[in-house]
Each structure stands twice: as C-alpha cells, then as structure tokens.
C-alpha cells in the first residue's frame, strides 16, 4: 500500500533556531500534499496545502512566513518551522493525495519541542 | 461549507462489546467519508472509506461503517472490542478528488477488560 515517509519523528531545538521537517510518498507520486498542526488531544488543524511545482496555499490564520513549505517533486514535501519559538511546539503531520486521488496516506508525525 | 460531527470525545467499552463510534456530516455536495484511527504520537491510518459506491463499508481490523444519506450519518461498529482498539478515531469528509479533507474533533475510545 501507499506509505508516506516523515522525519523526524522528534525534534527539540532552541528558540530562534529553525526545523525543517521532510514527508515522502515512498511509492507513489503525490501531487497534493497537506501539512496539519495537532494540539494534545485535540483534532488535526490544516495548516496549508502543497501543489508540486506550485506556491503553497495557507489556511486563515497561519503565517506563510513562520511555516515555510516547499513542495519541489511529486514525492517530496518540506515544513520549515522559521525562528522558532515554544509556542510553536506541537505535533505536526503531513498528508498525500496521489495522482489518481485515490485517497489520502499520512505519515507518522513529528513532535517538535522548542525550549 | 462541509463539517463533521463527531458525537462523544471519549467512549468506554468492555472488552469483547460492541464498538459504536457516532459520525454525522454536513455537506452541499456528495461527500467521500473516511475514518482514521491515530495511535499516540503517531499518523493517521485508513480504517475505511465511503466512494459512493456500497453504503456498507468494511474496513481494517473487523471495523465497518454504514452510510445513511436519510441520516447524514456514518457510522463505526466492531462486533468484539480488543484491547488494541484503543485509540483515537477521527471521521473525515471530502467533496471532490481535488478537496482536502474536513476532520471531525475525534473520540477517543478506551477498552476495559
């Protein structure tokens, strides 16, 4: 089946200091790719959705600026997390729609700690 | 716009009773439905997924959901709760190949013995 591929899995950084976090579609080509911010216990939060080769498209709400996402092939995605600060840690997880929209495959999350 | 309700945050079951996970959705348009289950600190994996095609819908794990348009419902049941069930599920909705995916608030299901 189709498998998604997001590292790392657990980052701590200092803040101020910036994360890049990395969502491959193992074997499929993705050409949507949503990345999601998860508070504890609560529902996934779309952040923004990826186009490859295309500019990203953010929700309300979130800054372009803080989360930058690049989306450069149909198999790879990036969340860079910019001058980071603790109130940016959460859990953050990506999602692929494959070419022929078959469905949606999530990767395994990153839990990101900024002290 | 398309919601999804997902009545109950937390649900308690014994072991070996029935699962029912309550999914109600909003929307203008057919919808596609999926529910998720999200262990911790993990992703999301597919239970299963409505297309428009069997109403009836099984999935992974002995899991299946009926959907009722009448109803604007969608259901999860298990006959036997396990153990490893607990966990958290989320029901999800999309309107179109090219839509993202609306995402109810969850419930988590606890499994006692």
């Known amino acids: 089946g189709a498998v998604v591929s997001q590292h790392p899995s657990w980052v701590i950084c200092k803040s101020g200091t910036s994360v890049k976090i990395e969502c491959r579609s193992l074997d499929f080509q993705a050409t949507t790719m949503f990345w999601y911010r998860q508070f504890p216990k609560q529902s996934l939060m779309l952040m923004a959705t990826s186009n490859e080769g295309s500019k990203a498209t953010y929700e309300q709400g979130v800054e372009k600026d803080k989360f930058l996402i690049n989306h450069a092939s149909l198999t790879l995605s990036t969340l860079t997390v910019t001058s980071a600060h603790p109130e940016d840690s959460s859990f953050y997880i990506c999602s692929a729609r494959d070419i022929q929209g078959k469905g949606y495959t999530f990767g395994s999350g990153t839990r990101l700690t900024v002290v | 716009a398309q919601s999804v309700t997902q009545l109950g945050s937390h649900v308690s079951v014994s072991e070996g009773a029935l699962v029912l996970l309550r999914c109600n959705y909003s929307?203008?348009?057919?919808?596609?439905l999926f529910w998720y289950v999200q262990y911790p600190n993990q992703g999301l994996q597919l239970l299963l997924k409505y297309t428009s095609a069997a109403t009836l819908v099984k999935g992974i794990n002995g899991f299946e959901a009926e959907f009722k348009k009448s109803e604007t419902s969608f259901h999860l049941t298990k006959p036997s709760a396990h153990m490893s069930d607990a966990a958290e599920y989320f029901c999800?909705?999309?309107?179109?190949?090219?839509?993202?995916?609306?995402f109810g608030t969850g419930t988590r299901l606890q499994v006692t013995l």
């Open positions: 929307s203008s348009v057919p919808p596609y």
């Open positions: 999800a909705l999309t309107t179109g190949t090219a839509s993202k995916l609306t």
